[in-house]
């Protein structure tokens, strides 16, 4: 059974402070890891796929990378605006349709 | 419109009642799936359909949950004899394949049963 494990459950930053969150994943097969942010009262908004251990994406302040066990959103200089629950999550190669999410980060940017 | 809308956006009801939740995909988006969210957890994965065919309802809870989509367009989820755990926030989503593709989710129907 697929699992997900994200930490820390929760992060409060100052503006400017740099930091990462993590995404620790159990697949028989990984078919793509997924980063999600999440807004009160919204649904989740995608921001990444990861394919393959080595793999990096950078949206803004956002970067996410993945190894064979982990995955990590790296946030730079992070402003207020970026105040969210970041949920991760991942398909495997024997059910394409279905995703495993973890219970996400809560990011606290204070300025 | 351009993204996932789900209807109602809030639901009420009583202990026994039978509900249903409506989700337009996004226009020519073959995939759909529902999940569960409950206060402070990710989202638990319920069921979904290629087209019209529900591929995979491994995550429906129980037989009073079912889910349909019979132009492989619209989907209505419904719950039968509701109860008081059935309370959560329910997530649709789209996405234009089933292969790798990132899924576009509505904002939800936060159900609550009284």
């Known amino acids: 059974e697929d699992q997900v494990t994200q930490s820390p459950e929760a992060l409060r930053l100052q503006e400017g402070e740099s930091s990462s969150l993590n995404c620790s994943y159990t697949?028989?097969?990984?078919?793509?890891l997924f980063w999600y942010r999440q807004d009160p009262g919204k649904g989740p908004e995608f921001l990444f796929t990861l394919y393959s251990a080595g793999e990096e994406k950078e949206k803004e302040r956002l970067k996410a990378t993945l190894t064979k066990k982990e995955s990590f959103l790296h946030i730079t200089a992070p402003k207020p605006e970026d105040s969210a629950t970041y949920l991760c999550a991942v398909q495997d190669n024997t059910n394409a349709g279905k995703s495993t999410f973890g219970d996400g980060t809560t990011l606290t940017v204070k300025p | 419109g351009a993204g996932v809308s789900q209807s109602p956006r809030y639901k009420v009801a009583k202990r026994g009642q039978d509900v249903a939740l409506r989700c337009d995909p996004i226009s020519g988006h073959v995939s759909l799936f529902w999940y569960q969210q409950a206060l402070g957890q990710g989202p638990e994965f319920l069921t979904y359909f290629q087209n019209e065919a529900q591929l995979d309802k491994s995550g429906l809870p129980s037989d009073r949950f079912f889910a349909e989509r019979p132009e492989g367009s619209v989907s209505t989820l419904k719950i039968q004899r509701t109860q008081q755990e059935d309370s959560a926030v329910y997530l649709c989503a789209s996405s234009g394949t089933l292969n790798n593709q990132p899924q576009h989710f509505g904002d939800g129907t936060r159900l609550s049963i009284l």
């Open positions: 697949v028989s097969g990984l078919r793509g």
